[in-house]
C-alpha cells in the first residue's frame, strides 16, 4: 500500500493536488482524500491512467467492453477499439496545438482563419486507426461507421471522465486550504 500511496503522490500532480506535506520527500495523505469522493470507475481511471497500475487498466477496460458494446457481426474490433481510446486518453493524443494554416495567429491574409476559427489553436487529431491497430481501409469501410462512431464515443466518455476528476480534485483542493 505504501507504494501506491507515494506513486499517487507523485503522479497525481499532473491533477493539481493539494498537498500538506512539510518534505518534499515525504507522500501526503491528503491526496487519498480525493479517492473518497470519486466513483469505483473514477478510481479505475485514475489508477489506469496517471499510475498505469495493470489491474485498473483491467477493470477499466472491463468496463468499457460492457459499457458500450457493437452488433456481433463487429464485435472483432471492440477490444481493439477499446484499446485504442484508452491509449489516445493516455498518451494525451487530443492535444491542443497551433494552428498550422495560421501559425497561431488566427488569421491568415487578413482574414479569420477556417481552421482555427480565429483562436491560433486547434486540437491535434491522431490517426485513429493506427491507434485501434485496424487497416486503414477497413477502418473507413461504410461498414465500420459503427466502429468509428464507437471509438468517438468512448474517447468522449474518458475525456468527460478526466474533466470530473480533475474537478473533484479542484473542489477538495479548494475545501483544504
Given at each position: 500500500?505504501?507504494?501506491?500511496?507515494?506513486?499517487?503522490?507523485?503522479?497525481?500532480?499532473?491533477?493539481?493536488?493539494?498537498?500538506?506535506?512539510t518534505?518534499?520527500?515525504?507522500?501526503?495523505?491528503?491526496?487519498?482524500?480525493?479517492?473518497?469522493?470519486?466513483?469505483?470507475?473514477?478510481?479505475?481511471?485514475?489508477?489506469?491512467?496517471?499510475?498505469e497500475?495493470?489491474?485498473?487498466?483491467?477493470m477499466?477496460?472491463?468496463?468499457?467492453?460492457?459499457?458500450?458494446?457493437?452488433?456481433?457481426?463487429l464485435?472483432?474490433?471492440?477490444?481493439k477499439?477499446?484499446?485504442g481510446?484508452?491509449?489516445?486518453?493516455?498518451?494525451?493524443?487530443?492535444?491542443?496545438?497551433?494552428?498550422?494554416?495560421?501559425?497561431?495567429?488566427?488569421?491568415?491574409?487578413?482574414v479569420?482563419?477556417k481552421?482555427?476559427?480565429?483562436?491560433?489553436?486547434?486540437?491535434?487529431?491522431?490517426?485513429?486507426?493506427?491507434?485501434?491497430?485496424?487497416?486503414?481501409?477497413?477502418?473507413y469501410?461504410?461498414?465500420n461507421?459503427?466502429v468509428?462512431?464507437?471509438?468517438?464515443?468512448?474517447?468522449?466518455?474518458?475525456?468527460?471522465?478526466?474533466?470530473?476528476?480533475?474537478e473533484?480534485?479542484?473542489?477538495n483542493?479548494?475545501?483544504?486550504?
Open positions: 500500500m505504501q507504494s501506491v500511496i507515494e506513486l499517487l503522490s507523485v503522479k497525481t500532480s499532473k491533477l493539481d493536488t493539494n498537498s500538506r506535506s518534505s518534499s520527500d515525504t507522500p501526503s495523505l491528503d491526496k487519498l482524500g480525493i479517492l473518497s469522493h470519486l466513483s469505483q470507475v473514477q478510481i479505475y481511471y485514475l489508477f489506469a491512467v496517471y499510475i497500475e495493470r489491474r485498473s487498466l483491467l477499466l477496460r472491463a468496463h468499457l467492453i460492457t459499457k458500450f458494446k457493437l452488433p456481433t457481426e464485435m472483432a474490433y471492440q477490444l477499439v477499446v484499446n481510446a484508452l491509449y489516445a486518453c493516455s498518451s494525451n493524443a487530443y492535444r491542443i496545438v497551433d494552428c498550422y494554416k495560421c501559425k497561431a495567429s488566427g488569421n491568415k491574409d487578413d479569420r482563419c481552421r482555427c476559427g480565429g483562436t491560433g489553436k486547434t486540437s491535434k487529431r491522431p490517426k485513429v486507426h493506427e491507434i485501434c491497430n485496424v487497416d486503414r481501409n477497413a477502418w469501410t461504410k461498414n461507421a459503427l468509428r462512431e464507437m471509438y468517438e464515443t468512448i474517447v468522449d466518455y474518458l475525456q468527460q471522465m478526466d474533466i470530473e476528476i480533475r473533484i480534485t479542484n473542489k483542493k479548494l475545501l483544504t486550504e
